[in-house]
């Protein structure tokens, strides 16, 4: 086996050489290297220290706008909501728009009637005034009239006693002038009658007219003095109960002698026909003109 040969101070001097100049410098690289590897290491942690903390922020900033989009979307309906009830309020006054033109064309048509009633008032205030002087005026005449018909009445009734048969029998006088009651009742009275009276509709109630007419032997209807309404209802009872009655125009004391003489006459001309029920023909029109 051979012997290695030992090395001598200068082989091991190159050998140290040749180590330096290979080994050493990739030592140094090395070492670089890892220094480098160091300073990028922490670099790197600072830089993912960085990012979980930008991470985290965007995480909270996220979240912040996930709640606030919650918060928008109800926001939206609610709105959509009131929107919508909105709309159903102004389809309710757009319904009662109409109702509401209406209501104003009938404030004005009241308005209108308003005026008219109260130019109607005036016109009837004037000629209520103008009726009361005509009243006043007429009170005047019925006074001197009541006297003349007191005086007439005592030759007119002679005359008619001795034609007329009214012992017992009511004569309803509807009508008249109000002054003259005394001589109208003295003249029924003188022929054997028993005197009633109904004014005809001004102040006496139409009920009242119908009991009076029911209860009336005889009916003497002074036209000049009553209502209209007073006067078909008298036509029209006579005529459904044949009932004798004589129309006067004139209210006078001499034109109800006269139809209390029309009414004998009537009378006397039907019986003797053989009319038994003793109904006579109505409707008779006296148009004395006396006083």
């Not at 012997?3 to 101070?9: D, F, L, R, S, Y």
């Not at 609610?78 to 728009?97: N, R, T, V, Y």
């Not at 002679?158 to 509807?174: D, F, R, W, Y």
Request: glycine share 8%; net charge neutral.
């Amino acid at each position: 086996m051979p012997i290695a040969p030992v090395p001598t101070a200068q082989t091991a001097l190159a050998n140290m050489a040749f180590f330096e100049a290979s080994v050493y410098p990739r030592l140094h690289a090395a070492k670089a290297l890892s220094e480098e590897h160091a300073v990028l290491g922490r670099e790197l942690g600072r830089v993912q220290q960085r990012m979980t903390r930008v991470m985290a922020e965007k995480a909270a900033e996220l979240q912040q706008v996930q709640g606030e989009l919650v918060r928008t979307r109800a926001r939206v309906v609610a709105k959509d909501a009131q929107i919508a009830f909105l709309q159903q309020d102004l389809a309710a006054l757009q319904d009662s728009f109409a109702e509401f033109e209406a209501h104003r064309r009938l404030q004005r048509r009241l308005q209108d009637q308003q005026a008219r009633s109260q130019v109607l008032e005036q016109q009837n205030a004037d000629l209520r005034r103008r009726l009361a002087a005509a009243e006043r005026a007429g009170a005047l005449a019925t006074a001197g009239l009541a006297v003349a018909g007191a005086a007439t009445a005592t030759t007119v009734a002679p005359a008619v006693v001795e034609s007329v048969g009214l012992q017992h029998k009511v004569v309803l006088c509807v009508g008249g002038r109000t002054g003259s009651l005394a001589s109208y009742r003295d003249v029924v009275e003188r022929v054997g009658g028993q005197f009633a009276h109904h004014d005809g509709g001004l102040e006496d109630s139409h009920n009242v007219l119908d009991a009076s007419l029911a209860a009336a032997d005889l009916v003497i209807c002074q036209t000049g003095c009553i209502s209209h309404n007073a006067y078909w209802k008298v036509k029209d009872f006579c005529k459904r109960t044949g009932k004798q009655c004589v129309f006067v125009e004139n209210p006078s004391v001499s034109s109800l002698a006269r139809g209390l003489e029309t009414i004998s006459i009537t009378i006397a001309n039907a019986t003797p026909a053989g009319r038994s029920d003793g109904a006579v023909e109505t409707g008779i029109q006296v148009t004395a003109g006396a006083t």
